[in-house]
Every structure is written in C-alpha cells, then in structure tokens.
C-alpha cells in the first residue's frame, strides 16, 4: 500500500518539516478519533510522549483535534511506549497514542497509534485515517456539551511499574545485583530506575537527565559505549540500554561486552521452554537475526520464523503461530504473556530473572550461541531509491549467488529512516565483508 503519513511505524518525520507539522497533528486527532468513535459512550484516548521538545507541541495538537471530535484526552507524561499500549486496555480507552520517534535524534518525532486492546493498527485502519485526514472535517466537528476535556493521570508511572515488576515470579528479589541502567534521556528516565530499585538492585544510573534534546545522544541502545564503560567503571552485574522509547532493550555482561536481541530471545526462550512455559514451539524473528540463532534453536527442536523487519510483521507471526517470544535483533522484544509491543524493561528483567536463579555472570548466561560472522552497513540517500537501479539489483543477486546456502544477505530501504540497510552474515568473514564492500560502493553511487 502507497502511504501518504504513515510508515512501517506510524507517522514519522522532521518536526515542522516535510510531513509533521502540528497542522498535521491536529488533523490525526481529528481523523483518527472519528476513525474509532464506535457508539454512544463517552470516548476516551490516553496519550504519552517521550523527552523531545517538540512533544509538547505535538500533544496539544493532537488533544485539540481529538477533544474537537468528542474525545476525552488523557495525558500520561512521559511514559515508555510499552506503558501506553498497557494503560490504553487498563483505562479502557478507546486509542492510544504515544508521541514518539524511538531512537531517532531530537529533531524528528513521531505518532504511535493503539487500538483498545493496545496492538498497533491494521494497514486497512491506517488508509481509512489516510483518507479522512484529506477531508475537510469541520461538518463532523462536535459542539457545546459533547466536546472532549483532557486531564492529567499522575498514577501512570506507578501503575506501570507496578504492571512490569508483576511480570516476574512472585517474590522476586534483585537483592545483591549492582545495575546500570542507561535511559537514553528518554521516555524511561524515571519508571525503569525506580522499578529495579524497588526490586532491591542496586542502581547506577546514566541517561536519566532529558533537556528536550539529548533524547539518544550518544547514550542509550544505540550508542551503548558510555554505558559499557559505566559497567567496568563501577563493576556492576549488568547494564541495561533502552532507546529513546524504551520499546527496545540492549544488554552489557559484566565485562563490558554487548549483547544483542537475538542472544537475549535465545535466554528467554530458552528459559521457558525448559520451565514448560514458551508455547508454539518456537520464536518469530525478523531476517536480520543471525544464524547462530536459527541453529542454537533447532539444536533445542524450536522453530525460528523469519518475518520481514518490523514489530507488526513479528506480531503477525507470533499470533498466527501461538508464539509468545519474538523479536528482533535490535533489541525490540515481544513477550506476549505480558506486552502487545516491544518492551525494553520487561524484556530485561525477564534476562535479570535468569541471571539471579542460575546465580551465573550475564557473560555466561547470555552466550547461548556463537554468532555467524555479521556485517551491517547504512548508506543515506536523497530522491530516488538507489535499490530501484538495475545495476545495484543485479549486483546483489550475483551477490545472493555467491554466498549461497552458506550465508544470507539482506538489503531494504529504512521504513523511518532515508537509509538503505545492508547486513551479510555468513561462514566466511572475508567473503561477507568484500560483498558487502561492493553493494555499500554500489549504493552510493546510484544514491
């Protein structure tokens, strides 16, 4: 489908820039509200946002179009985007709304929608907003008494926390692990500090001080280096990265090293198969995931489906297979049992359960697998997209041709981002990095 506003993650883009404008924003209001009045109740819609600046513009934007339409609006703050799909069920709201652009830089931001059982929308919702948004709304406009009000909820972040340390076993005590946990200066700054403090670790904070525009500079799951310097500095347990949005998570063993996505899918996996509680047989994870991975896995008798990039696409796969793990490689995890999106916190302190029960360093735990050599390359580009060039298409075909079953290789133009990804992974390191030497060379050429 050819979208005019929304992405593979809702609407995103440079603020007050080419798409998102609070013009715009106050048309999503109005669009998406008439898109999901439904009877003749009082409709209700929770919004979030993370630290950016221009959240605030954007949040009374949309609370304008959307008490414009009958809706009442309520403001939650600062809040992980995880906790936004949570209150959207427990409020009973109509929508959800987190104002976000994850782990872009400050000056971009973004529009998350939830449908009341907090999943994100259909691509058939998501035209049908298109298409309203194009209208002229002011017909449909309510009047006097049926006008939306908006109020503040000051329980969200204790409720949230309360919500993500249920998600463990009963009498769960992080007693005795000292913990770093970065926040980017995000939309976690205050929930995730205090939610591992009340389950007794011992808590170094980084990335916890938002101005409105550090959001992701240069701390957080995307920048992890001040966090795995923070860890051997202060010889911690663990260290914990979540982006901007907190609905991704990334880990640091106790010697500093990184860990990704695809090994932290593989501890909780297989955590829970072994105390009977993983259900489908197997994991759904996207084609960047590494065939360590699929191997580890299949040693275990567990299926891996390979889904495109993107959360919808995994949750696509995990609820159509029964699944309640997936994820992908960049740290967004979904645990179903618990969460209808990625969720940093949670994703974490499931690993944190294991580390603590197995009573074994996060270095040993969290190597379930030896990675098959991987390389990933971004390349920018302006205008046309450079994989549409018949040159760089038969290059990567050839490429695909030379790896053969011995390696896979992934080439997509970013859904957020104007990026062309690149990831070879394969048996043969030096292969790998020549090919994707030559497609990058390629690319940039045609970009």
Not at 264 to 289: D, E, F, H, K
Request: aromatic share 4%.
């Amino acid at each position: 489908m050819n979208r005019k506003y929304f992405g593979t993650d809702g609407i995103r883009g440079h603020v007050n820039g080419d798409k998102l404008t609070p013009e715009l924003a106050l048309k999503v209001g109005m669009a998406t509200g008439l898109a999901f009045r439904r009877g003749e109740h009082r409709h209700r819609v929770v919004i979030g946002k993370d630290t950016r600046r221009s959240g605030y513009m954007i949040e009374n934007a949309l609370t304008a179009g959307f008490t414009a339409v009958g809706m009442d609006v309520y403001l939650l703050g600062p809040m992980p985007t995880p906790a936004v799909a949570m209150l959207t069920r427990s409020l009973r709201a109509d929508l959800g709304v987190m104002i976000s652009a994850s782990h872009n830089p400050f000056h971009d931001n973004g529009i998350k929608l939830f449908r009341p059982d907090g999943y994100k929308l259909s691509d058939s919702v998501e035209r049908e907003i298109e298409e309203l948004i194009d209208q002229d709304l002011a017909p449909r406009l309510s009047e006097g008494r049926d006008i939306g009000r908006a109020k503040r909820i000051e329980e969200a972040r204790t409720r949230y926390i309360e919500y993500a340390k249920r998600t463990l076993p009963r009498n769960s005590d992080f007693t005795g692990l000292r913990v770093v946990i970065d926040c980017a200066h995000g939309a976690a700054y205050k929930v995730a500090p205090d939610a591992l403090w009340e389950l007794g670790a011992e808590v170094v904070t980084i990335g916890v001080e938002p101005d409105g525009f550090n959001i992701n500079d240069e701390v957080g799951s995307t920048a992890p280096q001040k966090l795995q310097a923070k860890v051997r500095e202060v010889r911690a347990d663990i260290g914990i990265a979540l982006d901007g949005d907190a609905d991704r998570v990334l880990i640091v063993d106790e010697k500093g090293e990184l860990v990704d996505g695809d090994q932290l899918m593989a501890v909780i996996a297989q955590s829970w198969n072994r105390r009977g509680a993983l259900t489908g047989g197997g994991i759904a994870a996207t084609v960047m995931s590494n065939l360590g991975l699929e191997r580890f896995l299949e040693a275990q008798n567990l299926k891996l489906d390979r889904t495109p990039v993107g959360d919808r696409y995994v949750l696509e796969s995990m609820r159509a297979n029964g699944y309640n793990v997936g994820g992908e490689q960049s740290g967004h995890i979904i645990l179903s049992d618990f969460t209808t999106t990625g969720d940093g916190l949670v994703a974490a302190l499931q690993v944190m359960q294991v580390v603590k029960t197995e009573d074994r360093p996060v270095s040993e735990v969290c190597k379930c697998f030896e990675k098959v050599p991987q390389l990933l390359q971004n390349v920018r580009f302006r205008g046309k997209n450079p994989l549409d060039d018949k040159l760089v298409a038969q290059l990567i075909r050839e490429s695909e041709d030379r790896l053969g079953k011995a390696g896979r290789l992934v080439i997509r133009a970013s859904g957020t981002e104007p990026l062309i990804r690149i990831m070879g992974q394969g048996e043969d390191e030096g292969l790998v990095a020549a090919i994707v030497k030559e497609i990058t060379s390629a690319i940039r050429k045609a970009a």
